[in-house]
């Protein structure tokens, strides 16, 4: 009975369809760091970088995370949201192009855009989503800084911001809710954003931008909060996003074999290293096709679908 009480109903999906837009948070690491050491180290506001996002200043280096998610509800009714919106303008402005995404922002077909995190590489290519459609309505998690909340209205939105708070999932439409982790985690970000989605027969899908609460974490909340199993995973599970490798992270690749999950879409800050772990224990990971600037066809890429 307890258990019945403590677990959180969110209505039944028949299924779901995620477009990998972007997955690459920026074309080269070496670069990426100098950049970061020379604005102060991982310690730093994201904001103090050389590359601000109010800022006119361009950075070639950088590309972005962004996934189209369409959820099919048991009525027939497709739900199309946003997850993150990527980080430099041009690159987005690309990607969204070649996937039809602007057009469907122009047409108000998308009902949300979902911010996982403030990282600059989640969130700071907002202008590319909002010129479409500035009434989007925007979710966005807890711990958000002002520069995060003024970037967004610079950014001419004139729809609603609804923050998620921890310990409060909110329902976005039956069989989808997104939640609050807390993580305090680099450049000062904090708090991330996950969605759930529960499908019928099937158990949930998690959609995550980063990862950075663990996602053990990430898998165990929702199995204990929504009450069902995992059945597949979608996005950067932030395991081994530099190659870094020991036995910490060899007890994460066990521990995900306890979930018996389906379908492991990972990608982004996962890491190669991961990913080869998991396939050689002979978890379920889903091929990509190295497309659009994804560098490896051992995991979804840009360009690629996930459909569970
Ligand atoms: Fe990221
Ligand atoms: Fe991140």
Redesign the pocket.
Do not use: A, K
């Given at each position: 009975m307890s258990t019945t009480q403590s677990t959180h109903a969110i209505g039944t999906l028949k299924r779901l369809k995620i477009l990998c837009i972007s997955e690459i948070?920026w074309f080269d690491d070496a670069t990426l760091m100098a950049d970061v050491k020379a604005a102060g180290g991982m310690g730093v506001s994201q904001y103090q970088l050389s590359w601000p996002p109010l800022g006119d200043l361009h950075n070639d280096n950088a590309a972005g995370s962004s996934a189209l998610i369409e959820a099919e509800g048991l009525d027939g009714k497709v739900h199309p949201i946003l997850f993150d919106t990527g980080w430099n303008p041009a690159w987005m402005d690309r990607r969204f192009a070649e996937e039809g995404i602007d057009q469907r922002l122009q047409r108000g077909e998308i009902e949300a855009l979902i911010i996982?995190?403030e990282?600059f590489?989640?969130f700071w290519g907002i202008g590319s989503t909002l010129k479409h459609c500035p009434s989007l309505p925007v979710y966005i998690p807890e711990g958000f800084h002002d520069e995060g909340l003024e970037f967004i209205k610079q950014a001419g939105h004139t729809g609603p911001v609804v923050t998620v708070h921890p310990d409060q999932p909110i329902e976005l439409f039956p069989g989808c809710a997104v939640a609050h982790f807390r993580m305090n985690?680099?450049l000062r970000?904090q708090g991330?954003n996950v969605l759930y989605f529960n499908l019928a027969d099937k158990g949930l899908a998690m959609v995550t931008?980063?990862g950075?609460g663990g996602v053990v974490n990430l898998l165990e909340y929702g199995q204990a909060t929504f009450g069902k199993p995992i059945h597949a995973v979608y996005g950067?599970l932030?395991i081994s996003p530099f190659g870094e490798w020991d036995a910490e992270h060899e007890k994460i690749i066990e521990r995900l074999e306890d979930f018996h999950i389906a379908r492991l879409g990972c990608n982004h800050?996962t890491g190669v290293k991961a990913v080869q772990h998991m396939m050689a224990v002979g978890l379920p990971v889903v091929r990509g096709t190295a497309r659009h600037g994804s560098k490896t066809d051992l995991y979804l890429g840009n360009g690629d679908v996930l459909e569970v």
């Open positions: 948070g996982s995190h990282h590489d989640h985690t680099l970000v991330e931008g980063c950075h950067g932030h800050c």
